[in-house]
């Protein structure tokens, strides 16, 4: 299909990420507080009109939809809209369909997404130190997820950990999780963590470790090649030639992705936001309530945000603060 959905820097949109809850059984540091308030369950769109909303994007050229959240799994009744989404694959029309997830409960849902039409799935992970992994979640059990991981290879999904980079927290596993991902086929990501959400009294700047030092330290051990292959987004990859696995690395501070931006992110409530580093967003639930059996005001909506789609972000540690600093949390747009 020929992308319909075109912004005024000419990039055209292909890839929804939609959280489906704001809710979430961890608390991970760098993304909630531990006392979150969360948003009564009918600001949030039912699973019908999450569908129709994705149904509709899907028309306009969207390929690729990644379900997020908070975490996707805990929102009840969710497996329905995955399977409201096989047509699509079925169709042709939508190429991937994946998710990302905490894994609490992959042990549960593995067969049930994988029959649905999904194949890979990202699994935030970012230590394999079973105190370190409590400290970090606040509430999140290391065996659970890694059970969770096991059923999901067992269904046959692929897995790729995202394990986000904090200095002085998981300096010292880069390389035991590269090791335990090779020997599992799995590939990994590293993000660096993001200026998100109200920094309180967390240090957002003392827990950042350049990817770039990352990627250095990698380079100690093993050979890097770098790939070509881009998404899109904001990650680049390199294959270890030692080992032969692909390390992904996600760095929307220290380089600027955005001109290659394909994508944007709907939040729980249905409000489109069109870069996740700026806090400009459209509200697209009132054409989608108000209009119940028509639909062209939501594509009117949908055009007219995408016409809105800014150029680029501006986070910016360089200045020993984290200028740019978007007020939301990661858990409400969806990372
Ligand atoms: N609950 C699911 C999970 O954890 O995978 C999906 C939602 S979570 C918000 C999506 C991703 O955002 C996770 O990989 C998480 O590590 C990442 N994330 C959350 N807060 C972040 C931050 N401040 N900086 C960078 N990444 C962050
Ligand atoms: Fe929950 Fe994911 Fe945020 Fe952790 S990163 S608190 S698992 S939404």
Same mark, same amino acid.
């Given at each position: ?114 029959? %649905? ?7 935030? #992970?970012? $230590? +394999?130190? =079973?105190?370190?992994? @409590? *400290? ?28 986000? %980079? ?7 596993? #880069?390389? $035991? +999780?590269? =090791?335990?991902?090779? @020997? *599992? ?151």
């Amino acid at each position: 299909m020929t992308p319909q959905l075109i912004d005024p820097f000419a990039r055209a949109v292909t890839y929804l990420r939609v959280s489906v809850t704001d809710r979430c059984d961890f608390r991970c540091v760098y993304c909630m507080s531990e006392n979150m308030t969360f948003l009564p369950k009918k600001e949030l769109l039912t699973l019908e009109e999450l569908e129709r909303m994705c149904t509709t994007f899907i028309g306009l050229g969207v390929e690729k939809l990644r379900i997020t959240g908070g975490e996707p799994l805990v929102r009840k009744g969710i497996m329905t809209f995955f399977q409201s989404m096989t047509r699509h694959l079925d169709s042709g029309a939508l190429k991937e369909l994946t998710l990302t997830t905490n894994g609490s409960q992959l042990e549960r849902f593995a067969g049930d997404l994988y029959a %649905a039409g999904v194949r890979r799935v990202n699994v935030s #992970l970012d $230590t +394999l130190d =079973e105190e370190k992994f @409590a *400290r970090v979640t606040r509430w999140g059990r290391l065996a659970q997820v890694l059970r969770g991981i096991d059923a999901a290879q067992a269904a046959g999904l692929r897995i790729k950990i995202n394990a986000v %980079a904090l200095k002085d927290f998981n300096e010292d596993e #880069l390389f $035991t +999780l590269t =090791e335990w991902c090779a @020997a *599992r086929d799995i590939d990994l990501t590293f993000i660096e963590v993001m200026p998100m959400g109200d920094l309180g009294n967390e240090d957002r700047v003392g827990q950042y470790w350049s990817l770039n030092d990352v990627r250095r330290q990698l380079a100690e051990t093993y050979t890097l090649i770098d790939l070509a292959e881009r998404t899109g987004g904001p990650a680049r990859y390199v294959r270890l030639e030692e080992s032969g696995q692909k390390i992904g690395f996600i760095t929307p501070l220290s380089h600027n992705f955005c001109e290659s931006c394909n994508r944007v992110r709907m939040t729980c409530t249905g409000e489109l936001y069109m870069c996740l580093g700026q806090e400009d967003m459209a509200d697209l639930r009132p054409a989608l309530r108000e209009h119940p059996d028509d639909d062209a005001p939501l594509i009117a909506a949908i055009h007219k945000a995408i016409g809105l789609k800014p150029k680029g972000h501006d986070f910016d540690y360089s200045r020993q603060r984290p200028d740019g600093q978007v007020s939301r949390h990661m858990s409400h747009t969806g990372g």
